[in-house]
């Protein structure tokens, strides 16, 4: 009797679980598919939309699946295809690339991966379907996008040229699906470096990172403090050169070097002395330096993946210009960049032309807001300064005196309406040389009269333009492949003239400008800067946040559409 028993509840547990046991069949698939698609309730018109948000799944999902044929794309009777598991490692890795893998639901795939029920393996192929295509957004686009140049507030919506079908269909066809999913992350130097930078930070805040250094008196080379032996220990850090353990508590060589070159790292004057600011740099987490990479290979995913054989990189963060070609960097000079309230904003273009010895055409704003308030002080301010006055901004203008003008009679709106411009010169805002990439923002590059400004080591001065250290290097890296017509004497003769000259460009040469507050050098170091306009934090908040719309308030004075910089 027991044993008939037994061999009943074997009966009963095969015939409970013979779906587990037995494989769906293809057509079983279909039809759960089918009636998956069928619960979405998606009006056919809305089927049309070759480009619906990704925050609407279903819409996503009744989409892809009415354009390529109503049938499983990744899943078969046999379970999983090779593809599909491919698809699974990358969302999986996908931490790698700075985002988050459970985003992409990466934990419910794991779970249906070995189901063999028709609903679970259609609700498996869907899930796939979606994810990949988000994965394919995120990675070529950003998980978020600015809604404005100084990248706020973010608004976690599709990239308007998104096409979710065609990103499918392209996923399908790709011959090698690996080598495809691969080609999609920005291929150049600067994201790979920190990609790298991000596996090395990580490892270090796992291990625990490094022990907090207790505020004290700043600490100056041949000084003794007690805490030395933790700024050591503090020291042994990607990149810097590693100093033997102290002997004493006496600040020696070895271990100023050491610092410097952590200084240097950091955007900290490298003078080996240790005060507030470098203490607070040597305080910073390790896991909010891992933060601070995926912050900024977020930023490289909202540009150009492509920089270029030959380009210019500007880094708002780091006032500073590099131009490259190919892989080599040929310039590395420091910039000014705009104030807090004139942020300088974040976009890619190409110079078109320089212009040597340039006229500066004032913008209304700076009409408003510092000219005017001058002129009544002192009816002399624009004479003196040689800027002209014209009675508009038309053809048509005549110039007047304005001098004979009495100032404090016109108001703010008026005087935006005429045109001040100065003539070139040494005295002349823009310097000698302007360099032009005709842009919405108005901003452009030129030299300055105000060198003593570079010596700062905050660089943020300017209405939002770009000033250059060194604009005569610029102009010669731009006309290279012009040498023999644009010559460096040609181009000094025209410069020391003071007449003004446009010199258009044959090959319009990429610009990139951007905000990093971490960054890779030409060898492999990575450096972290401070963060000038007080955006990682809220780009942090807004990339972790499953909310779909981040407003993040900045002290900014809003830009001026009457404002043509480029004039």
Request: hydrophobic content about 40%; overall charge neutral; some cysteine.
């Amino acid at each position: 009797m027991k044993k008939i028993f037994i061999l009943l509840a074997f009966s009963l547990v095969s015939f409970t679980n013979g779906v587990h046991c037995l494989a769906a069949s293809h057509e079983e698939i279909l039809s759960a598919l089918t009636d998956a698609l069928k619960s979405l309730a998606i009006a056919p018109e809305k089927l049309e939309n070759s480009r619906p948000s990704l925050n609407d799944r279903d819409l996503c999902i009744a989409v892809i699946y009415n354009k390529t044929g109503l049938k499983p794309l990744w899943v078969s009777e046999k379970g999983p295809e090779d593809r599909a598991t491919i698809i699974l490692n990358f969302l999986k890795k996908s931490d790698e690339e700075g985002l988050n893998p459970q985003k992409y639901q990466v934990g419910e795939i794991t779970d249906l991966w070995s189901s063999t029920f028709p609903a679970s393996m259609a609700r498996l192929d869907t899930l796939l379907t979606y994810n990949l295509i988000k994965y394919i957004h995120d990675i070529s686009y950003g998980q978020l996008q600015p809604l404005s140049p100084d990248n706020s507030p973010f608004t976690d919506v599709l990239e308007k040229n998104f096409d979710v079908a065609a990103a499918t269909e392209t996923a399908l066809s790709a011959q090698d699906l690996t080598s495809f999913l691969t080609s999609l992350a920005p291929a150049h130097e600067h994201y790979q470096g920190l990609k790298q930078g991000l596996k090395v930070y990580r490892a270090i805040a796992a291990a625990g990172g490094w022990k907090q250094i207790p505020e004290g008196k700043t600490l100056r080379p041949g000084e003794t403090d007690d805490r030395l032996q933790l700024i050591y220990k503090r020291m042994i850090a990607p990149g810097i050169p590693q100093p033997p353990r102290p002997e004493s508590n006496v600040y020696e060589p070895l271990l100023q070097k050491a610092v410097a070159r952590f200084q240097q790292l950091n955007g900290i004057e490298a003078d080996a002395v240790i005060g507030p600011q470098t203490l607070a740099a040597m305080n910073v987490k390790a896991s909010d330096l891992v933060e601070q990479i995926i912050v900024n290979m977020a930023r490289w995913r909202w540009q150009a993946h492509i920089l270029g054989s030959r380009y210019v990189l500007v880094n708002i963060a780091s006032f500073n210009l590099t131009a490259f070609n190919g892989e080599e960097m040929v310039l590395n000079f420091p910039v000014i960049i705009g104030q807090l309230q004139h942020q300088t904003p974040v976009f890619s273009d190409s110079i078109k032309y320089i212009e040597l010895n340039p006229y500066w055409n004032i913008t209304p704003s700076i009409a408003r807001n510092e000219e005017l308030p001058n002129l009544r002080k002192n009816p002399r301010y624009l004479v003196d300064r040689h800027v002209r006055l014209y009675s508009s901004w038309g053809a048509d203008a005549t110039e007047l005196d304005s001098t004979s003008i009495d100032w404090h009679a016109v108001s703010p709106s008026q005087i935006a309406g005429y045109k001040l411009r100065q003539d070139p010169g040494a005295w002349n805002s823009l310097g000698r040389i302007k360099f032009v990439f005709p842009n919405k923002y108005s901003v452009y590059m030129h030299d300055t009269p105000s060198r003593n400004l570079f010596s700062r080591s905050k660089r943020d001065f300017s209405h939002g333009c770009i000033r250059l250290s060194n604009p005569m290097a610029l102009a010669l890296f731009a006309l290279e492949d012009q040498s023999k017509v644009w010559t460096k004497e040609k181009i000094q003769a025209i410069y020391d003239s003071g007449k003004r000259t446009v010199l258009r460009l044959t090959h319009p040469l990429p610009i990139h400008i951007t905000y990093q507050t971490s960054w890779v050098d030409k060898e492999g170091q990575i450096h972290f800067n401070r963060d000038i306009y007080s955006r990682d934090e809220k780009l942090f908040k807004a990339l972790q946040s499953g909310n779909d719309r981040i407003e993040l308030n900045i002290d900014k004075t809003p830009a001026d559409p009457n404002d043509k910089l480029n004039q």
